[in-house]
Structures are given as structure tokens and as C-alpha cells.
């Protein structure tokens, strides 16, 4: 459960420490908790403050089941992506220590609890600007299950398996299927993140300025 301690994260640890957890205890995710992310997410911007998301709970033996098969088609997906094998039971290398940890989180994806975030689809926009609309409510949760001590998981199985869940969850035609996130009480530990530095994913003004250049 979530220490006091977790629960007085500052922001700034709560995004430097946020990492993907796919390995979870089993211990069920009280209602309180996972509201205060799903409170989280609804502090969130949206273009003319419109909010037009919504966000299902998925617990159900039934919905699981459907989050499953969309889990192994996603697997099925990014094993050739990212050269990934299941790692024999001696191999300790990082590699396999990740791989080890996804092979758990896909090959569990029955028993976890997870969030569909689910947007309006506008004619007059277009998808990725619809899903500026909800990717920042997408974050807010993650940052709250962080804050929390929660972890979680961002995943592609609602795009995989995107009919599947459209269908065990009854998403009208007209939303579209904009993220998926397993949530539960870690086994292991958050952070710290392997990101490239600002200095080399950032221009200024111009797109061959770079800023170690133009600081210089
Ligand atoms: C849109 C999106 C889809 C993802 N899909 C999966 C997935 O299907 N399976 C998985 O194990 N991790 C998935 N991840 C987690 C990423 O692999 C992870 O966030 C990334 O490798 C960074 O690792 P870190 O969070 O440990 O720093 C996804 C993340 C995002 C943002």
C-alpha cells in the first residue's frame, strides 16, 4: 500500500521516477486510491476545456479476458520489434531482466486491473489533436499512481486489440480507443529513467539549432 512517505512525493521525484512497472503483487487496488488518479486525470487540459473523455475501469473476469487476447496480440506484435525472446531462467543481463518483466506483464494481462482512456472523435480535428485532449489526462493518472505508489504500465493493447476491447467494453463507434494503462501495487521498485538529455532533443528556433549550439 502507499506510504506516507509516497504520498508526499514531490512533483518533480513523481516524473523522475515514473518508469513502466509490469511486475504486480496481486493486491487488489482499493476504490480510493484509484480514484485519486482518475481524479487526477480529470485535472488535466483539454482543447476548449471540452473533457470529452472517458475512462473504464477494467476488472471484470469477462473484460479481462478480452484485455488478454488483446495482450497477446500485442506481444505477438512488438516480439519481432524489439528482438525479443523469452530469456532462459539463467540469463541475468538487463536484457533479460526487461524482457522477463514484459513476458509477465503480457502473460498476466488476465489478473491485472487496468484503465482504457477513451476520447470523443471529432470530425473537425485531427487524431493526434483529439488526443492532445487526453494524453495529458493520461499522464495526471500516471503521476497520481505514482504519487500513490502505485505502479503502472502505459500499453499498446487497445491498439492491437482494439476491436477486442472495443467490444467486451461497448465503446460507442464514435470514440476512439486513445491509451491503456495496467495499474497495481509493485513488486519492485520505481525509477530511475534512461532518457536522452533536453540538449539533444531540443532546437531553438530553428530545427538545425540546436541548444548546445546556441547556448555556446
Ligand atoms: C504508448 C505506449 C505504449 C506502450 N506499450 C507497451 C506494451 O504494449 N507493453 C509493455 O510492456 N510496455 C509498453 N509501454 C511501456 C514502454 O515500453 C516504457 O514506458 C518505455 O520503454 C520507457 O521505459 P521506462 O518507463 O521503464 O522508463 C508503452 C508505453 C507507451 C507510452
Request: glycine share 6%.
Amino acid at each position: 500500500m502507499a506510504s506516507s512517505l509516497e504520498s508526499e512525493l514531490s512533483v518533480w521525484e513523481a516524473m523522475s521516477t515514473a518508469r513502466a512497472i509490469r511486475r504486480f503483487n496481486g493486491e487488489r487496488v482499493d476504490d480510493a486510491t484509484l480514484h485519486r488518479c482518475l481524479e487526477a486525470a480529470t485535472w488535466a487540459p483539454s482543447g476548449g476545456n471540452w473533457q470529452s473523455w472517458r475512462f473504464v475501469v477494467l476488472r471484470s473476469p469477462e473484460v479481462r479476458a478480452a484485455v488478454a487476447k488483446a495482450a497477446a496480440i500485442s506481444l505477438s506484435v512488438i516480439e519481432p520489434l524489439y528482438s525479443m525472446t523469452r530469456p532462459s531462467p539463467d540469463d541475468d543481463s538487463r536484457a533479460a531482466r526487461s524482457h522477463r518483466a514484459t513476458y509477465e506483464l503480457h502473460d498476466r494481462a488476465g489478473d491485472l486491473t487496468s484503465v482504457l482512456f477513451t476520447t470523443r472523435n471529432y470530425d473537425s480535428a485531427s487524431e493526434l489533436l483529439l488526443g492532445g485532449s487526453v494524453y495529458p489526462a493520461l499522464q495526471n493518472f500516471l503521476l497520481a499512481a505514482r504519487a500513490q505508489g502505485l505502479g503502472a504500465c502505459p500499453t499498446s493493447w487497445a491498439s492491437y486489440g482494439e476491436s477486442l476491447i472495443r467490444e467486451a467494453v461497448g465503446v460507442p463507434a464514435d470514440w476512439l480507443l486513445a491509451g491503456h494503462v495496467v495499474v497495481g501495487w509493485p513488486r519492485g521498485h520505481h525509477g530511475p529513467l534512461r532518457r536522452r538529455p533536453v540538449e539533444q532533443v531540443t532546437s531553438i528556433d530553428h530545427w538545425d539549432t540546436a541548444w548546445e549550439r546556441w547556448t555556446s
